[in-house]
């Protein structure tokens, strides 16, 4: 293992990283714009340059990587390699770069929507000068549309190619390359091949600048205006973990957050712009029961009584149906609740897509198959005959408010209940058919665990507040059950859930929200 | 005494009761715009022309408001307290000559309510009245700012009474009377007459005197609002307060009139025979008594908006320590002076 | 190095008083007949001088373009936090392509401290000479862009207070109690 010595700090370091991957693993800065973890080396910013002891110019940082070396030629009789960042030439040769960077940039980060979190931004205050000699007339090129969802502003661009080599290297699409030489260089597409791939959101946020832009985002905030929760994206069961970003109870906007063992750096464009779905949807925030042919408005008590006493009456023959979209607490609290059978409703199936770097959108599209397997034992495998076979009066379903198409025997199914539990957060159209609707929660304003398809349990968190009425599901489900049976456990927050879950399924034993925390628990080989 | 002369005794107290409280009006009024105008400001201008008509205003505005006993008031002596202050303060004028005198249907009739022997003493006990107003206010309103307030104006009052009552004695011994019109006649002539000049040191006692008799800045202690929010008037509310506040201003006149009295001569025009001149002779008396009062109002509130307040215990040492001492020294020199005279 | 600072020694004549008495009197009867600065407001108005800091406006472009791009670096530099704003993309055509859609100030947490101005660099929010413009409800206290674009067409050309009218109803507020 090289021992190596970065501005008085000393450290070894595996053989043959580079300089710049040592120092940002130690915590010393150094800026950059072209290296990316992910992406190949190119080494054409230039603004990582640091000076080697040995050497006799300053070397790019990102394109250096440390080796060992023999006994007799170790500096200091230990140092495999010694590096400065904070030489006077260093500090200089960063200045002059930035002033380089800068001098056709526009900086008109008062209308730029990079502002905040612009690394031109942020390394021209750090290290850049505070004045510009540029004093002739700046080139002014126009913005051009690359896809449907990504804009280039050409004179933001600092050419550092992180776009291209992730159309290349990522997502293998090769929609983007470098057209030109020189000073007429700019990032560019083939007319007939626009940037249209699933992952083209990414190229947005690996951009450092505020060259590229998604149309969605665009003049809509400032990112410091923004709350930012760290949550797991909703639209497969990959489970993608994601940045919710929000403002005034409203979204802006989902980044992909580093997770190495789920999504890396990036995510698909259907859970980047997914979160638009759940805007403008009828939402029931009161509980209803049915008058005729409409409904009424009752209070909770009311209504976890009503409910209570229909499964009652029904006298075990209520099944209970759970979603895949749900959380895994409340799934389980349904099984808990239901002593007849359970059921689920339609999880929601598409092409599996794998990109060449290894990312996948999983076939199933629903994000918590895998938890509600896991955790309501004995899923109905044909329901529409098990209801048959057990004589089931009633229904108590968990409804996802996807909108999904009921096939005939779902039809059969539902015209032949006595009753119909529908616990939902819209007017869905199984509500519409419901006796009693309970007003749960929707996406990003629920909390709770869900399972990937890889068995990685992950923490949801919300990001919108409560509205109106509304209660969070496994608390509503936790009432009808304790009107149901007086014995039944009180849980005071979600961990009680999670314990009792445990408790009947032993993979889930041990984890609290608390363990969870950002990165997941792998249930298979679990690491505590 | 017959029925005119009643008649005619009747008229002067009305005149002279209205002629106070509208010179309290007055007061109130110019308290508000001469410490307006000294500190840079404009002062009361909206209510009527130039703002004269603001102490009827403010006169409304007490009557408006809520009278309030506080609980643990000792309710008659609280509802007392204003009018022991009061009717004193009104009464002392009473003796005041305020010009020489009319004729009229044959009868001569002085402009003084009424002539006694002994005006000086007169007034001196009418003042010493005043002090149980201000005591048992304190006393009654079971508060423990008034009370102090109340205390701090008994120990004030006396102390100074004895330095003003001092002085004043230099005086009685330079007229040889009691009375006042006899003081007046004393002064008469040209101006070094005046007491004034014949007795400087007496005027400066009995002036510092005067302003802690009537509770004015500097001598303010009993209503420090820093210390003891009001004073002794701290509970009072609407028109007992109103009560109050006229009785302070209607000390200053009396005071003012004093001062004028012994000091400058009364009603006297300097180097005029007012007697010889009739009725012109009293109108330009009574003018003359005026502006000299006036004068000495307004002395008042150009202390009072001049200078800081004292602490209790200079008040103390300047009464006992240096008024009174000089107070007696000059008697001392007065009555060997009028031995010496009075010997060749 | 320490100072001796000798305490002053009242003389004779500093203690017997009557000479400070006198000359404080005097002190007093000369401001009794000085120039007096009440300026009686809503008869006379106080003309601010430049750089007050009132009533916020927001400024246009001769062409009538909002100079605003609403960059948000006001709301940022804004202590109070009483800006706030909702961008949107511009309908005008020329390189700016960001607008304000809503500009709303809260005057009520406003301090005046003028930062929003310091911050702003297009040069579009300052604060004007206007300060009197007190209202009947809080909810009338948060001006908008329309105001804002109001009390720019006020105070453009002319201080406010130098004009002929110039009464509070000429703001654009409501000012009639609701
Ligand atoms: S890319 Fe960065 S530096 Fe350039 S205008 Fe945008 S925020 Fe400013
Ligand atoms: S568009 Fe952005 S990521 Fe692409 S080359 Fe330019 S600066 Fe780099
Ligand atoms: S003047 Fe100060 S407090 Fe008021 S809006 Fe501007 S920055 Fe905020
Ligand atoms: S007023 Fe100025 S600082 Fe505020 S958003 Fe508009 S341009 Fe930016
Ligand atoms: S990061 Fe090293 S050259 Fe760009």
């Known amino acids: 293992m090289p021992f190596i010595k970065i501005d008085e700090k000393e450290f070894e370091v595996a053989k043959g990283i580079t300089v710049l991957q040592a120092a940002l693993a130690n915590g010393i800065e150094i800026p950059h714009y072209c290296f990316h973890p992910v992406l190949e080396v190119v080494g054409s910013c230039r603004m990582c340059l640091v000076q080697v002891e040995g050497m006799p110019k300053l070397q790019a940082s990102c394109n250096t990587s440390i080796g060992e070396v023999a006994l007799d030629k170790k500096l200091d009789g230990k140092y495999d390699m010694v590096v400065n960042t904070q030489t006077d030439a260093v500090k200089q040769e960063r200045k002059n770069i930035l002033e380089f960077l800068l001098l056709n940039h526009p900086l008109d980060c008062p209308v730029c929507d990079q502002a905040g979190e612009c690394y031109l931004q942020d390394y021209t205050f750090k290290y850049g000068n505070a004045h510009s000699r540029f004093k002739e007339e700046k080139r002014v090129r126009p913005s051009e549309s690359l896809g449907s969802n990504i804009v280039i502003n050409q004179d933001r661009c600092i050419l550092c190619s992180r776009c291209v080599r992730f159309t290349r290297e990522i997502s293998g699409t090769n929609e983007l390359f470098v057209q030109n030489r020189g000073y007429h260089s700019k990032v560019s597409i083939l007319k007939d091949k626009p940037l249209e791939n699933l992952m083209a959101g990414n190229v947005a946020d690996i951009c450092p600048v505020g060259a590229l832009l998604n149309t969605d985002y665009i003049h809509k905030n400032r990112f410091w205006n923004l709350d930012t929760i760290p949550s797991v994206c909703q639209d497969c069961s990959a489970g993608c973990n994601v940045d919710v970003f929000s403002q005034r109870d409203e979204i802006f906007r989902l980044t992909p957050r580093e997770n190495h063992d789920v999504n890396g750096y990036f995510m698909c464009d259907i859970g980047r712009y997914g979160f638009h779905r759940f805007e403008e949807i009828e939402r029931v925030n009161q509980p209803l029961v049915r008058n005729g042919k409409s409904f009424d408005v009752i209070d909770w008590a009311e209504a976890i009584q009503k409910t209570a006493d229909l499964i009652e009456q029904s006298n075990g023959k209520t099944a209970g149906i759970v979603s895949p979209f749900h959380t895994n607490e409340s799934n389980f609290l349904l099984g808990l609740m239901i002593n007849g059978m359970l059921g689920m409703l339609p999880a929601i199936q598409a092409e599996e897509i794998t990109y060449p770097s290894g990312f996948r959108i999983s076939a199933d599209r629903s994000p918590n198959q895998r938890g509600m397997n896991n955790i309501c034992g004995g899923l109905a495998e044909d329901l529409s005959s098990e209801i048959k076979t057990q004589a089931i009066r009633g229904l108590y379903i968990l409804d996802d408010g996807v909108d999904r198409e009921l096939d005939d025997a779902w039809k059969e199914i539902l015209a032949k209940m006595d009753f119909l539990i529908v616990q939902s957060y819209a007017m869905t159209d199984l509500a519409k058919l419901a006796h009693i609707v309970l007003p749960g929660l929707a996406p990003y304003e629920r909390e709770g665990t869900i399972t990937n398809d890889q068995d990685r349990i992950q923490w949801l968190r919300p990001s919108l507040s409560i509205k109106a009425e509304s209660k969070p599901d496994w608390e509503i489900l936790m009432l009808v059950n304790n009107a149901l049976n007086k014995k039944a456990e009180n849980f005071t927050g979600l961990d009680d859930v999670i314990i009792k879950m445990g408790e009947q399924f032993p993979n889930y034993s041990g984890i609290t929200l608390f363990k969870i925390a950002t990165q997941g628990i792998a249930l298979n080989g679990k690491k505590m | ?344 | 190095m320490a100072t001796i600072i000798k305490s002053y020694e009242p003389t004779f004549w500093d203690k017997l008083y009557f000479p400070a008495l006198l000359k404080g009197l005097m002190v007093t009867i000369k401001h009794f007949f000085r120039q007096k600065v009440t300026i009686q407001y809503p008869d006379e108005r106080h003309i601010p001088p430049d750089g007050y800091r009132g009533l916020h406006r927001l400024n246009k472009y001769p062409d009538e373009r909002i100079k605003c791009v609403a960059c948000e670096m006001c709301a940022a530099a804004c202590p109070s936090n009483c800006i706030s704003i909702i961008p949107g993309p511009s309908p005008w055509d020329d390189g700016k392509e960001r607008y304000p859609v809503r500009f709303d100030i809260n005057l009520l947490r406003c301090i005046y401290c003028g930062f929003c101005e310091m911050a702003c660099p297009e040069g579009a929010i300052e604060l004007t000479e206007i300060y009197d413009f007190s209202n009947y409800s809080r909810d009338d206290l948060v001006i908008d862009k329309d105001g804002l674009l109001g009390v720019y067409e006020l105070t453009k050309k002319q201080n406010y207070y130098t004009k002929k009218s110039h009464s509070p109803a000429s703001l654009p507020f409501k000012t009639e109690r609701t």
């Open chain 2, 1 to 344: 005494m017959d029925l005119l002369g009643f008649i005619i005794i009747l008229v002067k107290v009305l005149v002279v009761f209205a002629a106070t409280m509208i010179t309290v009006m007055g007061m109130i009024y110019a308290e508000r715009r001469v410490s307006a105008f000294m500190q840079g400001r404009l002062g009361p201008n909206r209510v009527g022309p130039k703002g004269l008509l603001q102490p009827i205003a403010d006169g409304i505005k007490f009557f408006m408001k809520e009278d309030l006993i506080p609980s643990g008031a000792d309710k008659p002596i609280f509802i007392l307290a204003p009018a022991i202050l009061l009717i004193p303060a009104l009464m002392t004028f009473a003796v005041i000559p305020f010009g020489s005198s009319i004729t009229i249907f044959g009868r001569e009739i002085a402009l003084q309510v009424a002539d006694v022997n002994v005006g000086i003493l007169y007034i001196l006990a009418l003042t010493s009245i005043g002090v149980y107003g201000i005591v048992l206010a304190g006393w009654s309103s079971n508060s423990k700012y008034s009370l102090l307030g109340g205390l701090r104006s008994s120990a004030q009052l006396i102390s100074y009474e004895l330095a003003m009552g001092l002085a004043v004695v230099s005086i009685i011994l330079l007229a040889g009377s009691l009375r006042l019109n006899d003081i007046i006649a004393d002064q008469q002539g040209y101006f070094l007459s005046w007491n004034v000049f014949k007795q400087p040191l007496a005027f400066i006692i009995f002036l510092v005197a005067v302003y802690a008799e009537t509770n004015r800045l500097p001598f303010d202690l009993t209503e420090a609002e820093q210390e003891l929010v009001g004073g002794y008037h701290t509970e009072y509310s609407s028109l007992k307060f109103a009560m109050f506040f006229l009785a302070e201003y209607a000390n200053m006149i009396t005071a003012a009139a004093l001062t004028v009295t012994l000091f400058f001569g009364g009603w006297d025009v300097p180097l005029l025979d007012e007697s010889s001149l009739g009725l012109l002779g009293a109108i330009l008396s009574v003018l003359s008594f005026i502006l000299k009062m006036a004068f000495f109002l307004f002395l008042f509130i150009w202390v009072r908006w001049t200078f800081p307040r004292f602490r209790y215990d200079q008040l103390m040492r300047l009464g006992w320590k240096v008024l009174l001492p000089l107070a007696l020294v000059n008697i001392f020199l007065t009555g060997g002076y009028l031995t010496l005279t009075a010997m060749k």
